[in-house]
């Protein structure tokens, strides 16, 4: 099994910055592609960025050019840099992963439990 734990949300100020951290433990064999997603409350679950091993990336329009996605393949770690934070970027912020146990393992879609974010004066 496969486990997403995500780290390094909290309260900033708009105009700041913050950067999560998605470590992927357990049994590990490949991660094809990671994303982070956003969800505020009363909202729908909004895609933010993704990354694949290839590190072929997107962002979604609302991100782009405040955002950088990247990873540790080492580490099975993702990352989100956040820049600029504005008010509207406050939400949870979730670690998905498509990742494969061991080799010719069926890959199974991961969640991680979220991040809070909140971007407040």
């Known amino acids: 099994q496969v486990q997403l734990v995500e780290s390094g949300g909290g309260l900033v100020q708009p105009g700041g910055s913050l950067k999560l951290s998605c470590a992927a433990s357990?049994?590990?064999?490949?991660?094809?592609?990671m994303r982070w997603y956003r969800q505020a409350p009363g909202k729908q679950r909004e895609f933010v960025a993704v990354i694949t091993t290839g590190d072929s990336i997107n962002y979604a329009d609302s991100v782009k050019g405040r955002f950088t996605i990247s990873r540790d393949n080492a580490k099975n770690t993702v990352y989100l840099q956040m820049n600029s934070l504005k008010p509207e970027d406050t939400a949870v912020y979730y670690c998905n992963a498509v990742a494969a146990p061991a080799p010719g393992h069926t890959q199974n879609n991961y969640w991680g439990h979220g991040t809070q974010v909140t971007v407040s004066s």
């Open positions: 357990g049994s590990i064999f490949r991660i094809p592609v």
